[in-house]
């Protein structure tokens, strides 16, 4: 079935494990994604940076590893991003300063995030970051 048209879609809660991510950078019109609280192990596809409509990614409470990809900041529409309770572990990458209309910024816990000179913060109403487990510089 084609879902070049699907807007939402919203798997949170489920115990989904092992299935790909990576065919979801397909779904163009997408514009809500929430696959928290399931059981996620591999890394954030890099295709997710080709849903150029997306407002909202959410990521939270799975076992996801590794890096944000850079393409995450071909998401110019993205409004909020959370991913937080994973196991990601990099500082986010230079072309995140590409997501001007990023105004929610939740819970990156194991992230090192340098917010200096390349990410303008002037712009987020919400930014929830656990400061314990989180470098700033």
């Given at each position: 079935?084609?879902?070049?048209q699907l807007q939402t879609l919203d798997l949170s809660g489920n115990t989904f494990q092992?299935?790909?991510?990576?065919?979801?950078?397909?779904?163009?019109?997408?514009?809500?994604?929430?696959?928290?609280?399931?059981?996620?192990?591999?890394?954030?596809?890099?295709?997710?940076?080709?849903?150029?409509?997306?407002?909202?990614?959410?990521?939270?409470?799975?076992?996801?590893?590794?890096?944000?990809?850079?393409?995450?900041?071909?998401?110019?529409?993205?409004?909020?991003?959370?991913?937080?309770?994973?196991?990601?572990?990099?500082?986010?990458?230079?072309?995140?300063?590409?997501?001007?209309?990023?105004?929610?910024?939740?819970?990156?816990?194991?992230?090192?995030?340098d917010l200096t000179p390349s990410v303008n913060m002037s712009h987020f109403l919400y930014?929830?970051?656990?400061?314990?487990?989180?470098?700033?510089?």
């Amino acid at each position: 079935a084609q879902l070049s048209q699907l807007q939402t879609l919203d798997l949170s809660g489920n115990t989904f494990q092992g299935a790909s991510l990576e065919a979801i950078g397909n779904l163009s019109s997408l514009k809500y994604l929430n696959l928290r609280e399931n059981n996620f192990t591999e890394t954030i596809p890099s295709s997710f940076g080709q849903l150029a409509n997306l407002e909202a990614l959410i990521l939270g409470k799975n076992k996801l590893h590794g890096v944000l990809p850079a393409s995450i900041g071909n998401l110019r529409a993205l409004e909020l991003l959370s991913v937080g309770s994973n196991d990601l572990t990099s500082v986010i990458p230079s072309s995140f300063a590409n997501l001007e209309s990023l105004s929610k910024l939740h819970n990156m816990p194991t992230l090192n995030v340098d917010l200096t000179p390349s990410v303008n913060m002037s712009h987020f109403l919400y930014l929830f970051i656990r400061i314990p487990r989180t470098r700033i510089k």
